[in-house]
């Protein structure tokens, strides 16, 4: 996956305040996706 892509969801996440975990309920997905989308 790309750096860029991943840089950008923790950045946007982290401008909203968001933790992974109100990320992942937010979208529907779990805190490990969340997670290893943020790692790539």
């Known amino acids: 996956m ?3 892509l991943s840089l ?3 950045e ?3 401008r909203f ?3 992974q975990v ?3 309920a ?3 997905g779990g ?3 969340v997670h290893e989308l ?3």
């Open 2 to 4: 790309s750096d860029s």
């Open 8 to 10: 950008f969801v923790k």
């Open 12 to 14: 946007m996440r982290k």
């Open 17 to 19: 305040g968001l933790m």
């Open 22 to 24: 109100d990320l992942a």
């Open 26 to 28: 937010k979208v529907g």
């Open 31 to 33: 805190l490990r996706f």
């Open 38 to 40: 943020e790692q790539s």
